[in-house]
């Protein structure tokens, strides 16, 4: 007997979607607990999101910024947290009103709901609303959900700016090999319930039942453990009506049909799609340094195995990234890097290396990044305080120890090429004032 499903027209995905999402709000957040914690996104960060799509060059006072998709709210309210003290507006959008009132009681929690409009409805809807056009889209864990991701894209696109930039966040393929393997065989054992709390609990009993050579099972270290997710996570993950994932080679082909590209990936995720860190060893490296750039990400894609998720800032032009090679540009704490006090920490260490940890998972890729712990590393990081161009620091500390200022220039460069791995250190240029996030 068959248990395949008939096919479901585009507004019956849109209404069980909706009905998933009204029912268990994701992410699970409590708005009682939202001044004890700020979820930090790692797509909205203002400083990155300067250097990699505006080549930090931005000045945020005045801007509209869209969270298409807004869920229970943890981009709305990490942009509306920097922002507070901006001039600048936030659209969320959502089709879920129960995830829609989590995230506006999150806001209000934080006192900022002045900085916060709210759309109940669909982003497909967008272009017909007569908003006015936005420099920045935040759209995380949305479009791999629709009927049409090309058609969700394609409505973004209508209300960015010409030089704005989206931050998209879709599923990757390989990385969820054994998700959609559990999803396939859920929709087996489910196929005649639908209950939505009985289709969770047949879920729970099976995942405490998962084999060692179950493709989940065996990978299981690359996503959040298995007892410690909400019923909102488990049943996102197992058993989503609408869920497609992308390869690296795909993700350039979709972007194309909006003439977009991907202008740098997020933070979380950046180092996996590094040639120069997946290939060390000759002559794989020389052979992969010759591949075009997205030939090159796919193959750290295929060779790593472990990206579940893509994310990664979109824009319509190729030239959006400040870059280390000019001297009129300021490198900064970001507000990741503030928050987690990086030059205090770094600057306390004795040891011979600082030490910079990447990791996917609890026990997934990780990967060791040193950096030599010099007197002269050391004084770089001591004197970065949001004001001195790279010209300053370059010429000043070439001065302070004798060296040639090209020489500094490369060690230095070498030394915030790492931090800005993880987004740590930004780039902004100084025509821009700094900004108190």
């Known amino acids: 007997m068959s248990t395949a499903m008939p096919p479901r027209t585009s507004q019956q995905i849109t209404q069980t979607v909706r009905q998933q999402y009204e029912h268990l709000p994701y992410p699970h957040r409590d708005p009682s607990l939202e001044t004890t914690r700020l979820h930090l996104t790692s797509l909205d960060d203002l400083g990155a999101l300067n250097q990699y799509c505006f080549k930090g060059q931005k000045n945020f006072s005045g801007a509209r910024f869209l969270v298409a998709g807004c869920g229970t709210g943890d981009s709305a309210v990490y942009l509306a947290h920097q922002l507070r003290n901006i001039p600048a507006r936030i659209v969320c959008i959502d089709l879920s009103a129960a995830s829609l009132k989590i995230a506006k009681e999150r806001v209000a929690a934080r006192k900022l709901s002045h900085k916060v409009d709210w759309i109940h409805g669909s982003l497909l809807d967008l272009p017909s609303m007569q908003l006015e056009p936005f420099d920045y889209i935040n759209c995380s864990g949305v479009l791999h959900h629709l009927p049409d ?89 197992f058993l989503h009506s609408q869920d497609r994932a992308y390869t690296v080679p795909q993700l350039y ?147 302070q120890f004798q060296l040639p200022p090209n020489e500094v220039a490369a060690q230095l460069g070498y030394v915030f090429n790492l931090f800005n791995l993880t987004d740590m250190l930004v780039l902004r240029h100084k025509s821009v004032p700094a900004a108190e996030y």
């Not at 729970?204 to 990978?219: G, I, V």
């Not at 870059?323 to 205090?344: A, V």
């Open 149 to 237: 991701p090309v058609q969700g894209l394609a409505s973004l696109k209508q209300v960015l700016k010409p030089d704005g930039a989206l931050g998209i966040m879709v599923y990757g393929q390989y990385g969820r090999t054994g998700v959609y393997q559990l999803q396939d065989l859920m929709r087996i054992i489910t196929v005649h319930e639908a209950d939505e709390n009985n289709r969770l609990d047949l879920t729970k009993t099976m995942l405490r039942s998962l084999p060692d050579t179950n493709w989940y099972h065996r990978a299981q270290e690359i996503f959040e453990p298995i007892l410690e997710m909400s019923d909102a996570e488990t049943y996102d993950l």
């Open 253 to 399: 082909e979709w972007l194309a049909t909006a003439q977009l590209t991907i202008a740098e990936y997020a933070m979380d995720s950046r180092a996996w799609y590094r040639p120069d860190i997946a290939f060390m060893q000759e002559p794989m490296a020389s052979t992969v340094a010759q591949l075009p750039v997205p030939l090159q990400q796919a193959a750290c894609e295929l060779f790593w195995g472990s990206i579940s998720k893509h994310s990664f800032w979109a824009t319509a032009h190729s030239d959006t990234v400040a870059r280390w090679d000019n001297e009129d540009y300021i490198p900064s704490w970001s507000h990741f890097g503030q928050l987690t006090d990086i030059r205090g920490n770094v600057l306390k260490s004795t040891d011979e290396n600082w030490t910079l940890d990447v990791q996917k998972g609890d026990k997934g890729s990780r990967l060791e990044l040193k950096i030599k712990n010099t007197p002269l590393h050391r004084a770089f990081i001591e004197q970065i305080n949001g004001q001195r161009t790279i010209g300053d620091l370059c010429f000043g500390l070439a001065s």
